[in-house]
């Protein structure tokens, strides 16, 4: 297979005509599909039916403490759903708070919380003259989404297969006590589904900021989302790291059901320090009087415990990893070894990134939408929308059925395909 960037121009122009010929006739089937978030298909929601059916009007709804769940009260939530969730997130109980229903919506509190009143004590961020951010990229597009919208700016931190680039985060976080925060998704993370290494993670429990109230929002949404039973990633727990090395209060860990059960409508929790956790009990008892109950109900008579939850995350892994393998074996049979591309192959989590040559992601997701089949955005998994090199791309197979997938992953080759031939053709 000969490289795209070792061809002719007569080779070029003679490849592209076979490529426009080819993106015509699949322009002409009139595609509608859909790669562009991370939703779990039908057939994976109705892993979660037995929700609907473990409570009904002649259930106990008292949970095991005997408070009525029907009711008001248990504003950390109720001790088993803490139990569950806790296990979930490798912490005690004693270390967890049960929220609503979506943990982003938690990370905005925090952060609304910290511009508002302070962290534990420190000036509120509101008054300082300027507030910054840490953002691996690429990464979560509605984590720097909310950043952006409190006005709080963003510095760019380049992601490796074992996590960010710590000897940027340590020394940027050392000197400039203006930066408050960074972004993680640490196992199999959004887009790129790389695990942190146990370096990585030894490294974020030592750092050493400058301001105070940094914290380190360390959201694992995908803790247990195994593609393969043996092929697995592993995460140091990062709380008792943190603890470890005298630094209890820098880490802010944040799970939720929402890709285990049903998204928008699972349980989110915190998990921190005691001192933390107190902070963040200060305002949320002002802002409610308590939390979806009989949800969590709903999810500890479902699942049970930590092996209940592994069942079930089996069987989730059975529908969507034929997705992922389908659209590795078609990046690797279309586009391997034409050096026009570059792509991750994670162990879980939900998303494959893709990169393109420099100056061709918007190109190529622009086309694919010509073709029916819509992407995300490109620059997305940058902050403020701008990816510097216009050439990542996050591909989100687990929505659309297998045939559908099938076609939007030859219509996403052919268009990465043909825009890097006229990238070239522009140069030669
Ligand atoms: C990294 C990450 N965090 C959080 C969420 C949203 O979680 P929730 O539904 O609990 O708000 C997602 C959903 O795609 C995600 O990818």
């Known amino acids: 297979m000969k490289k795209y960037s070792e061809m002719s121009k007569e080779e070029l122009l003679t490849l592209k005509a076979e490529l426009d010929k080819e993106y015509a006739d699949i322009k002409a089937q009139g595609l509608a599909l859909d790669m562009s978030r991370g939703k779990p298909a039908a057939d994976q929601l109705d892993l979660s039916m037995g929700l609907m059916d473990v409570l009904s009007s002649d259930s106990d709804l008292k949970c095991e403490t005997g408070v009525d769940c029907r009711n008001y009260g248990v504003i950390d939530g109720i001790p088993e759903a803490k139990r569950l969730l806790g296990e979930m997130s490798e912490v005690d109980p004693d ?19 910290s511009m508002t009143h302070g962290v534990m004590g420190n000036t509120p961020w509101c008054k300082l003259d300027k507030v910054k951010f840490l953002c691996p990229v690429p990464g979560y597009d509605r984590h720097f989404k909310i950043t952006e919208f409190f006005g709080i700016e963003m510095i760019n931190v380049p992601m490796t297969p074992q996590g960010p680039d710590m000897d940027m985060v340590e020394k940027l976080v050392s000197e400039d006590a203006a930066i408050k925060g960074i972004w993680c998704v640490p196992k199999y993370s959004n ?16 750092l050493k900021p400058a301001a105070p109230d940094f914290r380190i929002y360390w959201d694992n949404a995908y803790s247990i989302h195994h593609l393969y039973d043996d092929n697995q990633d592993f995460l140091v727990e990062i709380l008792e790291e943190c603890a470890k090395a005298g630094n209890p209060d820098i880490v802010y860990k944040f799970t939720s059901t929402s890709k285990v059960s049903f998204p928008g409508s699972g349980i989110a929790a915190v998990a921190a320090s005691k001192a933390n956790l107190e902070d963040f009990r200060s305002y949320m008892q002002i802002q409610t009087i308590g939390h979806d109950k009989l949800n969590q109900l709903r999810h500890v008579r479902f699942f049970k415990d930590l092996n209940g939850l592994h069942e079930h995350m089996r069987k989730h ?44 992601a918007k190109a190529i997701v622009a086309k694919a939408k010509e073709a029916g089949v819509v992407l995300t955005g490109a620059g997305a998994t940058y902050p403020y929308g701008k990816d510097p090199k216009d050439s990542n791309i996050r591909i989100a197979p687990s929505f659309p059925t297998l045939e559908d997938l099938g076609k939007a992953a030859e219509v996403f080759v052919l268009c990465v395909k043909l825009t890097s031939v006229e990238k070239l053709l522009e140069n030669a």
């Open 95 to 113: 270390h967890i708070i049960i929220y609503g229903n979506s943990s982003l919506n938690v990370m905005f509190d925090s952060i609304a919380r």
């Open 191 to 206: 887009p790129q589904g790389y695990t942190y290494s146990k370096e990585t993670v030894e490294r974020f429990a030592r």
């Open 317 to 360: 892994a059975n529908i969507i990893r034929p997705k992922f393998e389908l659209v590795l074996d078609t990046l690797e049979k279309e586009l391997g070894g034409l050096g026009i591309g570059e792509w991750t192959k994670p162990h879980g989590g939900y998303f494959i990134s893709f990169d393109a040559m420099e100056g061709c």
